[in-house]
Antibody
Framework: QVQLQASGPGLVKPSETLSLTCTVS????????WSWIRQPPGKGMEWIGY???????DYHSSLKSRVTISVDTSKNQFSLRLRSVTAADTAVYYC????????????WGPGTLVTVSS | DIQMTQSPSSLSASVGDRVTITCRAS??????LNWYQQKPGKAPKLLIY???SLQSGVPSRFSGSGSGTDFTLTISSLQPEDFATFFC?????????FGQGTKLEIK
């Protein structure tokens, strides 16, 4: 059974860069699309972007200028970098898998809380 | 961006009840609508994809319907393990947007 686990700092200072890595176990990262999704406290889910194992990406239009998603197939990992963060970026961040570019998420990681605060 | 509006935002029901949750899209999304269940502190779980297709392993008491802009998730007979938050998501176009969620509580 495929499992996803996000890791990274739980606290980031305003204006700095949020960096998270998702490690995929129990299956290969190859052949699939991999998304980052977040949920601010008390709000709904927000899709951030996805990467295909080959490296092609799609990002949320409102975050595109600040987001980079990358993949390392040798480590079975993909990563999120979100630059110039503010308190509005405080959220539980989820990594997730979908079998193709139609975003139907069949596996989610458990989520990790990232707080932006000085 | 396509806005997804769910109703109700919360719902109280009893074991054995039939429950319906509605999701409305701000423009037509054909049948590109998915439903997820999330329990506190857990990862979401895919229940229904493409508006009416039951994900493998999901009990048949869950069903979905609709097309265009209006969609429903129905639980035919609530079980104790069904109490959770449910949310819809459109996979029609980027950015892929979610409903705000419906919290289903025990009456």
């Amino acid at each position: 059974q495929v499992q996803l686990q996000a890791s990274g700092p739980g606290l980031v200072k305003p204006s700095e860069t949020l960096s998270l890595t998702c490690t995929v176990s129990g299956g290969s990262i190859s052949g699939y699309y991999w998304s980052w999704i977040r949920q601010p406290p008390g709000k709904g889910m927000e899709w951030i972007g996805y990467i295909y194992y080959s490296g092609s990406t799609d990002y949320h239009s409102s975050l595109k200028s600040r987001v980079t998603i990358s993949v390392d197939t040798s480590k079975n990992q993909f990563s999120l970098r979100l630059r110039s963060v503010t308190a509005a970026d405080t959220a539980v961040y989820y990594c997730a898998r979908h079998p193709d570019m139609i975003v139907i998420i069949d596996h989610w990681g458990p989520g990790t809380l990232v707080t932006v605060s000085s | 961006d396509i806005q997804m509006t769910q109703s109700p935002s919360s719902l109280s029901a009893s074991v054995g009840d039939r429950v319906t949750i509605t999701c409305r899209a701000s423009q037509s999304i054909s049948m590109y609508l998915n439903w997820y269940q999330q329990k506190p502190g857990k990862a979401p779980k895919l229940l229904i994809y493409a508006a009416s297709s039951l994900q493998s392993g999901v009990p048949s008491r869950f069903s979905g319907s609709g097309s265009g802009t209006d969609f429903t998730l129905t639980i035919s007979s609530l079980q104790p393990e069904d109490f959770a938050t449910f949310f819809c998501q459109q996979s029609y176009s980027s950015p892929y947007t979610f409903g705000q969620g419906t919290k289903l509580e025990i009456k």
